[in-house]
């Protein structure tokens, strides 16, 4: 497979919008030069959709602002102490960095200065497939044989691995994270020994910087090969550990492709834990999962074991009522890597898929015309009420309801 040196324009309409036009034309204008860089390119490149359109310009950063906004467009400073500003056009967002190179660098962060070289500023990107740019007119520009290692689906990183890593530690997790999006075959050796070697670093990253990163791993189509690479090369229990049960997260992907049912992230971390709800909760401590995500967490690990025997409708039904479609679809998914593969999900999916959720016919302020007073104990008939109805697969209507409820209050 190889991969063209110019882009078609015509073909790839991020590059025709009027944002980008009045870009490029105002910074033309002062005498400088943008370039499109990085994930634009190398997805443009393999056919894939282009989220996010970064570009690279060899002006100051103040110059770049000051130019964008005399050409009417809106920019934000939103990074210009390292470079890069944010025009904004047509309620979209282009990020506009000034090219460097790297002075010094310590960790994540480092002293650079800006350069008009523009070899210098792709020599401090991670992978060469990223170091790719292109021009208005589409010609690509290549300092690293990106396009070659992006046709060979080889993750690469740009210079002396290490090197690249001891600037950025994430950069770790996201060779794993490229490799199974990009990769084609084996990972590249030398890209994973020095992973390997400089594994013991990755707690010194902040929780949020490690989730995102995982995250985004775990959405691949098929994350779980990288996962095994990770634990083959000892580099998981570094930063997770308790992630390690390869077997369900493979088990989930094939599931996820019989009954065409991808999972979001969360699933597939909770089918790398144990079925165990306080390793659940250590876990989303330590990525600093947020409230939401920690009880979907939680529920995800707790639900399938609960499972067994409620995949008929109405029991399933009574679990989506108190979890919701989407949490009950997953747990669904995973309850089938912890019992039966051939279990038949069709109903269930299906159920969740079209759920419409059913509101209880009666209030509080029905039960005061009972002659109760508000309190806790309105609340508990309440519930009473809504326990009966439940049971009976959320049929009963108002007046049953309230039936119901005048009975409950007989027997008392």
Not at 48 to 59: K, S, T
Not at 113 to 119: A, L
Request: hydrophobic content about 45%; overall charge neutral; aromatic content about 8%.
């Amino acid at each position: 497979m190889s991969l063209p040196s110019q882009l078609d324009p015509d073909q790839n309409p991020w590059m025709l919008t009027d944002g980008v036009r009045r870009i490029f034309a105002a910074i033309k204008a002062a005498g400088g030069e943008a370039r499109f860089v990085g994930g634009c390119v190398r997805d443009a490149l393999l056919g894939r959709a282009v989220g996010d359109v970064d570009l690279a310009c060899n002006l100051p950063p103040e110059k770049v602002s000051d130019i964008l906004q005399k050409a009417g467009l809106k920019v934000a400073p939103t990074g210009i102490a390292h470079g890069t500003v944010t025009a904004v056009a047509d309620h979209k967002g282009y990020e506009i960095t000034t090219l460097r190179r790297d002075v010094e660098t310590y960790g994540r962060k480092a002293k650079v200065e800006f350069t008009d070289d523009w070899q210098a500023d792709a020599a401090r990107r991670d992978f060469t497939m990223n170091a790719l740019y292109a021009d208005a007119d589409g010609k690509i520009f290549d300092y690293f044989n990106g396009r070659e290692d992006l046709a060979a689906g080889r993750v690469k990183f740009i210079g002396k691995a290490e090197d690249r890593i001891r600037e950025d530690v994430l950069r770790i997790l996201r060779f794993f994270r490229f490799h199974a999006f990009f990769g084609k075959g084996e990972a590249d050796a030398e890209g994973l020994k020095a992973c390997a070697a400089l594994a013991a670093e990755l707690p010194k990253l902040s929780a949020e910087r490690v989730w995102r990163e995982v995250g985004k791993l775990l959405a691949a189509k098929n994350p779980a090969p990288v996962w095994q690479l990770l634990i083959e090369h000892k580099i998981l229990p570094h930063f997770l550990p308790e992630a390690a049960d390869i077997g369900r997260l493979g088990y989930l992907i094939e599931i996820e492709e019989k009954f065409d049912a991808r999972s979001v992230s969360i699933t597939r971390l909770a089918a790398l834990l144990p079925l165990k709800e306080d390793v659940a909760r250590q876990v989303a401590q330590k990525l600093k999962l947020s409230n939401r995500e920690t009880e979907e967490l939680c529920n995800l690990v707790t639900l399938p074991a609960r499972m067994r025997g409620k995949l008929d409708i109405m029991p399933f039904r009574r679990m989506i009522y108190e979890y919701g479609p989407e949490t009950c679809r997953a747990a669904a998914l995973l309850f089938v890597t912890i019992e039966d593969k051939s279990a038949d999900l069709e109903p269930a999916l299906s159920e969740a898929a079209n759920w419409e959720q059913p509101q209880l016919p009666l209030q509080g302020a029905d039960l005061l015309k009972f002659g109760l007073k508000p309190g806790p104990r309105v609340g508990e008939i309440l519930k009473e009420v809504e326990e009966w109805w439940i049971a009976r697969d959320f049929r009963p209507g108002r007046d049953e309801c309230l039936a119901e409820a005048r009975a409950f209050l007989a027997r008392q």
